[in-house]
């Protein structure tokens, strides 16, 4: 398929970036959560990739680099990102048996929960078009 994006490449960030600004979903969950987070995934086919959400006063942004303000960072191997993304492994148990490294406020993570409901199903709206190898 021609229309294919590389996972985690700028142009996928791009395409979850616009999808993010346009969801009203994500609108609605940024008027009763504040989160900044960090997604570091080293070792890719393009190196390593920063990139972040941020939700905070009705407005939601997804884009390269990190989240400021940071509440938290989470860090992890491509081969675990591509998992996670496809289904083969559960986030919670990648977690769990440390393939996701968790930094700052896990509190917030945890009460920040309905944001990643509502960005898995903006993430739906671009992982069909995506490339994950």
């Known amino acids: 398929m021609s229309n294919e994006i590389r996972y985690l490449s700028l142009d996928w960030i791009n395409a979850l970036s616009a999808a993010v600004e346009s969801s009203e979903q994500m609108r609605e969950v940024a008027q009763h959560h504040t989160l900044g987070v960090t997604q570091v995934v080293n070792d890719g086919p393009e190196g390593d990739v920063t990139y972040h ?3 905070a006063g009705g407005t939601a942004t997804f884009g390269a ?3 400021d303000p940071e509440d938290v ?3 992890q191997a491509w081969q675990t990102a591509v998992d996670v993304a496809t289904g083969e492994l559960n986030a919670q ?3 769990i048996n440390g393939h996701i490294l968790l930094f700052g406020d896990q509190q917030k993570l945890l009460e920040s ?3 990643f409901g509502a960005l898995d199903a903006v993430f739906a709206s671009v992982r069909e ?3 994950y190898s």
């Open 93 to 95: 148990d990648a977690f």
């Open 65 to 67: 680099g990190p989240a």
């Open 53 to 55: 959400l941020m939700v």
């Open 113 to 115: 929960q309905p944001v």
């Open 73 to 75: 960072k989470m860090q």
């Open 129 to 131: 078009r995506t490339d």
